[in-house]
């Protein structure tokens, strides 16, 4: 139902791009997010974005990542500026859908992103 691309190597200060396409029997979609889980810590909410447009972000990334959505495409984005080494994790996306009758929560595939010193 959805799935993720965009993950890579890049050195501190880089840029990368993630973005999370939906499919599937899809009527509508709520909150759409990025998360991310580094090796040995538990998986955090990176960024948040509502149906609306409403955003939200965890303070350690707040002025460098960027997440915004196309209704049209199903598509989250998330644009990661001024990477650290501390940005490295497997970010997942993640969306609650409605498909006329009820809402799920679904979750890609994971992407490696790697920020290097």
């Known amino acids: 139902q959805l799935q993720a691309s965009g993950g890579g190597l890049v050195q501190a200060g880089g840029s990368l791009r993630l973005s999370c396409a939906a499919s599937?029997?899809?009527?509508?979609?709520?909150?759409m997010g990025w998360y991310r889980q580094a090796l040995g810590k538990q998986r955090e909410l990176v960024a948040g974005?509502?149906?609306?447009?409403?955003?939200n972000y965890v303070d350690s990334v707040k002025g460098r990542f960027a997440i915004s959505r196309d209704n049209a495409k199903n598509t989250v984005y998330l644009q990661m500026n001024s990477l650290k080494p501390e940005d490295t994790g497997v970010y997942y996306c993640?969306?609650?859908?409605?498909?006329?009758?009820?809402?799920?929560?679904?979750w890609g595939q994971g992407t490696q992103v790697t920020v290097s010193s």
């Open positions: 993640n969306a609650l859908l409605y498909n006329g009758i009820n809402h799920s929560s679904y």
């Open positions: 974005i509502l149906s609306g447009g409403s955003t």
């Open positions: 599937g029997s899809i009527f509508s979609i709520d909150t």
